[in-house]
Structures are given as C-alpha cells and as structure tokens.
C-alpha cells in the first residue's frame, strides 16, 4: 500500500482500517482470469469484510455475493450485487430470512440439513414461490487448518453426507416448490493444501454425475470458499492451480463454476493502524499499550493468529514486546514478543494483513466505539465508514432509560 500513514491518522484518528482497492481489484481479476474459459461466479465471502464500499468495490467488476444472514444479503442488493448473483448459505436461517430471500429472488438458498429444505419448502409454497436451493454436501474431509475455521469433517456441523445428500436432491427434484440448481461444499478456511479441495471436489463431481444418471440436473457448483493468504511466510494455493484442480474434477460436465472467497479478496488489501499511549515494563517484561484493543480486530486473542506488527517510521533497536490493548482481558492483545524499537507516546504501528475477519469481527466491548475505515484507490483516500461515536452507541438504549 502506497500510503503515508501518518497523514491519513492525522486526518482520520486511530484505531484505524485502511483498505488498498487497488489490490483487491487485483485480486479478483487474477482468480476471474484463472476461471477463463469456463462459466464461473465469483461469489465473494461478505463475512470476511462485509463493508458496502468494499462489496460495491467487487460488484462493479462483476463479483456475486456469498451471504449467510439476511442482512449479509441485503447489504450485497444496496452495493449493487446483481440477485442472480447472490448465494444465501449458512447452518441455520429463520424463516423470516427465508421469505425475505425468496421474495427478493436471489440466485439461490444453500442447504445444509433436511430439516432446512423442508423449511425452505414450507415458506416457499406459502410464497407460492419455487425456491431455487443448492445443498451443501460434507465430504468428511481434513482440511489441515485450524479447528475452529475446519468445516468439511462429519465431526463439523456444516453440510450433510453423500446419501442425505442424494435423497435430498430427490426430494426436491420432486418438490413443486423447490429447484434444485446447484451443489456446494466448503471444508474450512485459510486452507494452504490443495489435496483436500481436489479430494472435496472429485467427491461432489461424482454426486453430479450420480444425480445426472437419474435425470438430476445440477447448474451451479460450488466448491465454496477458503483459499489461503500469507500472513506471515506460509506457502498457499496459486489461483491457476486451483481452478485446474476444478476443471479436473468437473471434466466433462457442463456447470457454472462458483467459488466464495472471502480472505483472498481482502485480507492483505487491509492494514490496521493503531497509537502507542505508552510504554511499561513489569518486572522485565515490555509491554506496548496501545489504542486499539480486541474489540476492533479479535484474530489474535480468539486464534491465537499471526499478524505482522510494525512501527511506522520510528528508528532504534528492537526488542521483544506485547503489543496490548486497553480491553480488560488478559487475552487483549495483538501479538506477543514482537521485535520493537523503543516507542513513544503517539508513534504509530501497523499491524498488517487486517482487511478480513477484522473490523466483520469488531464488538463493541467495554463500550469502545468501532473504528473508521478508509480505502486507498489510485493512491487517493477517502472515507468508508465514519467513526462511531457514544451517541451511536447507546441510541438503542436511551429511548428506555427511566430516571
Ligand atoms: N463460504 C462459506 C460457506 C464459509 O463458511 C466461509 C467462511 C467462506 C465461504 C469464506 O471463507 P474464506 O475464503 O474467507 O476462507 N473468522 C475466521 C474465519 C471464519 C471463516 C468462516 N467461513 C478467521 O478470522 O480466520
């Protein structure tokens, strides 16, 4: 990111988002290329940065969306994400969500259980409406990630095996009120190995062929999200290698190839900036204080994950540090014995790879306002989401504070 940070913190304050559109762009063309020649989707993951600049960003070159809440949903409409290019996944949706989603008529609901799909036909026919609807298959898979962002294992309680699977396309092939269109799995997230999308993708390509036989035919496969980035110096997926292990999968059939990443799209086009308030030492252990906490970017303390933390500009020998927030939670912090030179109050750091699962992740714990959130395009800045402020805050509670 060409930027000079300690402008853009003058003009916006800290804690600080800070997006490169530029890179994300990048992003999506390089995987949308690596599709070339075949029909595809690229349904961005909206959960990983689920900004409506951000979203918009990736409509205007063509990206669906891949939603799981309502609300995930309609921020894809206000951006500008074609319906037909929207996917409404997810464990568990009210029925509420369901109707909401088929009277908006997006591409389609994803399934995860057949308790869903009777839902889903249930409002669809007081709709009077066919619900276009792709079932989330889980091919009992080992991602090799970490556990808590594992998915595709029967132990995981995303998708349904093989067989529920079939009988539930047979199901609703013979439903009036559900169309089954497309197929899908996800077996977890930040994956850096290719063998187990291969092995996922053979699995799934084979239930298309199976329900094919029987005069099933799917449109859309998806083979979900997940494609690795570097946080530190791990070896990930190239997208040319990873569309090949589709297409091979695929050979033969006739499908629009659809594909959901969220952390790819974003999460090294992002950078949280945060201030030194100072410095402390106890008993020989160096602490760094600064203005952001877990509230703003939770991926250290709930992971325990990496990412790169780095003075803006400040010169002298480095040593070990915490780099901690003021929540107050021993798990506050953003990354533990990072190589530091000495800080002052106001001296800047930037803690790098933040643009997914960040400020999506954000609370407002300990009553601390969400941070701003500016993007970077052709080297100009401007704003994306205002600053919250206490009023923000307590707007909901206030009407119905009795004195
Ligand atoms: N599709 C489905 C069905 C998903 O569940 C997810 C992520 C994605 C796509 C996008 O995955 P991605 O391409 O971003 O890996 N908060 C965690 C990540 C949770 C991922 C949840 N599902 C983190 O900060 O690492």
Do not use: W
């Not at 060409?2 to 600080?16: C, F, S, W």
């Not at 020649?37 to 918009?56: D, T």
């Amino acid at each position: 990111m060409n930027i000079d940070a300690h402008a853009l913190v003058e003009k916006y304050g800290t804690p600080l988002y800070v997006y490169d559109f530029n890179y994300i762009e990048n992003r999506y063309t390089t995987l949308k290329d690596a599709f070339a020649g075949k029909k595809s989707i690229i349904n961005y993951a909206v959960k990983a940065n689920s900004n409506l600049s951000v979203i918009a960003h990736l409509a205007k070159l063509g990206a669906g969306a891949d939603c799981v809440s309502i609300g995930e949903v309609n921020r894809a409409l206000t951006a500008g994400v074609d319906k037909y290019k929207i996917i409404f996944s997810g464990v568990g949706k009210r029925d509420d969500e369901i109707r909401e989603a088929l009277e908006k008529d997006i591409l389609m609901l994803n399934l995860e259980s057949e308790a869903e799909m009777k839902r889903v036909e249930l409002v669809a026919r007081e709709l009077g409406k066919e619900a276009r609807i792709s079932i989330r298959v889980n091919p009992n898979i080992d991602p090799q990630t970490h556990p808590y962002i594992s998915t595709g294992l029967h132990e995981n309680k995303f998708g349904v095996e093989i067989d529920m699977a079939k009988r539930m396309y047979i199901y609703a092939n013979k439903s009036e009120f559900l169309n089954p269109v497309g197929i899908h799995f996800h077996i977890g997230s930040q994956l850096t190995k290719l063998d187990p999308i291969r092995e996922s993708a053979q699995i799934v390509a084979d239930l298309v062929r199976s329900l094919k036989a029987i005069k099933i035919d799917i449109k859309f496969f998806d083979v979900g999200g997940g494609i690795g980035v570097v946080y530190d110096d791990e070896v990930t997926i190239k997208a040319s290698e990873y569309t090949q292990v589709i297409f091979q999968a695929t050979k033969g059939l006739d499908l629009t190839l659809l594909c959901e990443p969220g952390r790819y799209m974003v999460a090294n086009a992002g950078a949280f900036f945060t201030k030194v308030l100072y410095e402390k030492n106890n008993d020989g252990k160096r602490f760094v204080i600064v203005d952001g906490g877990m509230n703003d970017l939770i991926r250290p303390s709930l992971y325990d994950a990496y990412h790169k933390i780095e003075a803006v500009n400040v010169e002298g020998e480095s040593t070990p540090a915490d780099v901690v927030g003021p929540v107050c939670e021993s798990g506050d912090f953003f990354g533990k014995d990072v190589p530091l030179p000495p800080l002052e109050h106001n001296d800047l750091l930037v803690i790098h790879s933040a643009g997914a699962y960040g400020f999506t992740m954000a609370s407002n714990y300990n009553t601390r306002a969400k941070p701003a959130e500016v993007a970077i395009e052709n080297t100009k800045d401007r704003l994306i989401r205002a600053r919250e402020t206490y009023d923000d805050q307590v707007r909901l509670e206030l009407e119905y504070l009795k004195q």
